[in-house]
């Protein structure tokens, strides 16, 4: 019984404290008291995901020239169609890359070095380009081997 008086006088205290607030704002806060932060604040900087030291970002450059992105081996309809579906395509993505006059392609060798070919579609005489080698616009140029060549010739 004494439980359920000094329940009642509390309740009874705290009454008038509870009549000052609305039912629908039990539960938040003054308006102004610690206002939300932007989705991304611009004083912060961005920071890239974590990597591996053998997976960084650098590329190997294999082959500059000032010419069209057209002069750099002869476009394949049947590789590129491979590479969109993902048959034939870089090991990993502008890992080693050719730089023209107006794009950047990633490389691989037929050999297999920089290459995922399990259908054996590679010859191992040629060097292929990759123009977005990672989607589905994919295109594959094809050209011999310069360095198998010159080493034929000697």
């Known amino acids: 019984?004494?439980?359920?008086?000094l329940a009642l006088s509390?309740?009874?205290?705290?009454?008038p404290v509870l009549a000052d607030v609305p039912r629908n704002a039990i539960g938040r806060t003054q308006p102004l008291h610690?206002?939300?932060?932007?989705?991304?604040?611009?004083?912060?900087?961005?920071?890239?995901?974590?990597?591996?030291?053998?997976e960084a970002p650098a590329s190997i450059l294999v082959r500059h020239t000032r010419e069209d992105m057209t002069k750099?081996?002869?476009?394949?309809?049947?590789l590129s169609q491979a590479c969109q579906l993902g048959v034939f395509r870089e090991l990993k993505p502008s890992k080693m890359i050719a730089?023209?006059?107006?794009?950047?392609?990633?490389?691989?060798?037929?050999?297999?070095l920089g290459l995922v070919d399990p259908k054996k579609l590679a010859d191992p005489s040629k060097v292929y380009y990759f123009y977005h080698g990672s989607t589905t616009l994919c295109l594959v140029r094809v050209e011999d081997n310069?360095?198998?060549?010159?080493a034929r010739s000697r």
Do not use: C, I
């Not at 019984?1 to 008086?5: K, L, P, Q, S, T």
């Not at 509390?10 to 009454?15: D, V």
């Not at 730089?99 to 297999?112: I, P, R, Y």
């Open 72 to 78: 750099l081996g002869k476009l394949d309809r049947n």
């Open 99 to 112: 730089v023209s006059k107006d794009a950047t392609l990633g490389v691989a060798f037929g050999h297999g």
């Open 34 to 54: 610690q206002a939300s932060k932007p989705a991304m604040p611009f004083e912060q900087a961005v920071v890239p995901p974590p990597m591996r030291p053998d």
């Open 146 to 150: 310069w360095n198998q060549a010159y």
């Open 10 to 15: 509390l309740l009874a205290l705290a009454s």
């Open 1 to 5: 019984m004494r439980r359920f008086a």
